[in-house]
């Protein structure tokens, strides 16, 4: 029997292993999402907006490791893919967009709805073409699911209304070959690098997640070199857990001990990472990156030396070819003092924190209203949560404090907008995660702000029974944007948010609604979250005056901050 262009690429993508496609249905899909209906194995996942599809597709590619799909009717819903294709395009995730186009012989004619998907989608895709007849399948679909999977990154093939219905000649497949194949570095530049760190006593490495494959050589390094490892975010759900060489995170987000063990290294070792923010780069240090991708060797700081080629087998051919290091001065020196940081966030984070002397202080300054410090909401879902669980967090302060109070366990997951920076991510992300894994704990850190952006694909997660735990950093702000202001001596403005109680949000769109006001109801509101069948959204209030001071404190930011809340005490209230 025949098959038309729309039930061939559907039948292309069960063949891949797909099990779900996100989007909102229109018109010059009806093709598409009427075979996706028809067939087996493959669900339509109907989201609100198509920002929401995008992200999901991505996050379901960034967990699985396999293709993600989704899609966007002519137009504006073409349009809306866009931020979440971008995130997905930054995160190095497969994923293909099928997007709508007017009837082929309206092309040009500025036809009701028409853009070029060609050109808007040119920058975000390593694959990017319209079908315009039936005699391109499958060879077309066969090329963006290949390209999408082989350079881990964007497909996009656009679908005219009048195209998807018609008639593949013979009996077309869609069958895709590409597996990526993985390299080493040639011995002679193995050599040299092993020249490079023979005789180091003080070796610090940075490890991303592109060593995710290498956590036992790069551990075994660690010892052998007695190296401090500074982590990325996003390599933290690989190194987080038994690791005693583990000093946290550098950056913004990160703490003086992994400042400091960067800072006094002879020669940094950058395994799996393209840490994007050179002002955290140390300066002065032999640098040797291994690394995937040609292109990140030397884009962030000076490398005296890179090596291209898979992290586990790269790492595991350079060490035999390594003396070691007797010293653990430097090694010692960084683990005890991230420990001791470590310590002292914990007591920040503790429940009755403001009811001791030194809290109760602080707090007349900071937290004069007594909220929940979000510190406190971090450390409690860390402890309450599985084993299993997948978490999603949004672009800023909720970010934060994941990164420095959720200390991932063997078999949890992380996922976030950490390259492209999106608002509004956890929720999307959260849904993607959990029609992947359905019988996982999804677990969401969601800014007031980035949650009420897409507050409406709640009824996605409560339309398809989804167990996701939106936790919300309730703080009535755009926190790190007011932090933002602060640290370049601007007082706060066009940060507030007037937010109505969400909880009573979330019950109203079907969902259970938790609203936790008092640091004493934090735990067991967390806890009825997560023995709750089906989505639940926990509205936590926060502390918005909440700091959070990065590992190294410029004499600039310190001073601008200060002015800052000058300005903010000597300005009119009804600012905002």
């Keep these: 029997m025949a098959k038309t262009v729309s039930e061939t690429l559907v039948d292309g993508l069960v063949g891949c292993g797909i099990t779900h496609v996100y989007g909102v249905v229109g018109d010059a899909l009806n093709s598409v999402t009427d075979a996706i209906r028809r067939t087996d194995g ?62 082929l012989p309206e092309l ?145 987000i990160g703490n003086p001990a992994a400042v400091a063990a960067l800072e006094d290294c002879e020669l940094l070792l950058m395994i799996g990472t393209d840490f994007p923010y050179r002002d955290w780069y140390p300066e002065g240090p032999t640098v040797v990156q291994i690394d995937a991708v040609s292109e990140h060797i030397g884009r962030r700081t000076r490398v005296d030396l890179g090596l291209v080629g898979d992290a586990a087998l790269t790492v595991e051919a350079l060490a035999p070819r390594l003396r070691g290091n007797e010293s653990r001065r430097h090694l010692d020196k960084a683990v005890k003092a991230f420990r001791k940081w470590h310590v002292g966030q914990e007591r920040l984070a503790a429940p009755d924190h403001d009811r001791e002397p030194v809290g109760e202080l602080r707090s007349l300054v900071d937290n004069p209203d007594h909220h929940i410090r979000p510190e406190s909401v971090a450390l409690a879902v860390n402890e309450l949560a599985d084993d299993t669980a997948i978490f999603t967090a949004d672009t800023g302060m909720s970010t934060v404090w994941l990164s420095r109070f959720v200390q991932f366990r063997q078999g949890q997951r992380l996922l976030g907008s950490f390259n492209l920076g999106s608002m509004a991510n956890a929720m999307p992300q959260a849904i993607g995660a959990a029609t992947a894994f359905p019988d996982r704990q999804v677990i969401a850190f969601c800014g007031d702000g980035g949650l009420t952006m897409l507050l409406g694909d709640i009824l996605t997660a409560v339309r398809y029974r989804l167990p996701v735990k939106l936790i919300v950093f309730d703080n009535h702000r755009l926190g790190m944007v007011k932090l933002e202001q602060e640290q370049a001596g601007l007082p706060e403005f066009g940060t507030v948010l007037p937010n109505p109680d969400l909880a009573a949000v979330a019950e109203a769109m079907g969902a259970k609604g938790i609203r936790v006001t008092e640091p004493g109801e934090l735990h067991k509101g967390l806890a009825e979250a997560f023995a709750a069948d089906g989505p639940v959204l926990v509205d936590v209030l926060t502390n918005p005056e909440e700091v959070s001071v990065p590992g190294k404190v410029l004499p600039g930011q310190a001073w601008g901050f200060a002015i800052a809340k000058v300005k903010e005490t000597l300005r009119p209230q009804a600012h905002d």
């Design 42 to 103: 493959i669900d339509w996942i109907a989201t609100r907006h198509e920002e929401v599809a995008a992200f999901a597709a991505g996050a379901a590619a960034q967990l699985t490791g396999r293709l993600g799909v989704c899609a966007g009717t002519v137009g504006p819903g073409a349009i809306h893919l866009l931020n979440g294709l971008y995130d997905a395009a930054k995160s190095h995730a497969p994923v293909l967009a099928i997007t709508g186009q007017v009837p």
């Design 108 to 252: 040009g004619s500025n036809y009701f709805q028409e853009v070029d998907n060609d050109h808007l989608f040119r920058d975000v895709s390593v694959f990017n073409r319209t079908i315009t007849s039936p005699g391109q399948v499958p060879q077309l679909i066969e090329q963006a699911i290949e390209a999408a999977v082989s350079r881990r990154g964007v497909a996009v093939l656009s679908l005219p209304g009048d195209v998807g219905p018609q008639q593949v000649s013979g009996k077309p497949k869609v069958r895709v070959f590409n597996e990526p194949a993985a390299s080493v570095p040639s011995d002679k530049l193995l050599d040299q690098a092993a020249k490079l760190i023979n005789g180091r006593d003080r070796v610090t490495i940075l490890a991303g997640a592109g060593a995710s494959g290498a956590r036992d050589a790069v551990l075994g390094l660690a010892g052998s070199l007695a190296a401090p490892i500074v982590v990325t975010l996003k390599g933290k759900e690989t190194f987080d857990w038994d690791n005693p060489y583990q000093v946290g995170q550098t950056g913004l």
